[in-house]
């Protein structure tokens, strides 16, 4: 019969997590944001071939907000 083996324990862990991230993974959703809020804020200056209804209707919503906010 063989003796049980006993392990030592590994280094103990400072509890930090390093995470580092791409310039990228920041800016990108940033800039998106950014477009995203600019383009519901001023809808007229939506250049490109969509429908127009959609550039109506999101006028619509944010007059509609805007009224019944203030």
């Given at each position: 019969?063989?003796?049980?083996?006993?392990?030592?324990?590994?280094?103990?862990?400072?509890?930090?997590?390093?995470?580092?991230?791409?310039?990228?993974?920041?800016?990108?959703?940033?800039l998106a944001?950014?477009?995203?809020?600019?383009?519901?804020?001023?809808?007229?200056?939506?250049?490109?071939?969509?429908?127009?209804?959609?550039?109506?209707?999101?006028?619509?919503?944010?007059?509609?907000?805007?009224?019944?906010?203030?």
């Amino acid at each position: 019969m063989s003796a049980p083996t006993h392990f030592r324990p590994g280094p103990a862990t400072t509890g930090g997590v390093d995470i580092r991230l791409p310039w990228w993974a920041f800016a990108l959703p940033t800039l998106a944001f950014i477009v995203l809020l600019a383009l519901i804020l001023n809808p007229s200056d939506a250049s490109g071939g969509g429908d127009p209804a959609l550039g109506h209707l999101v006028e619509r919503v944010q007059h509609s907000v805007t009224h019944h906010v203030s």
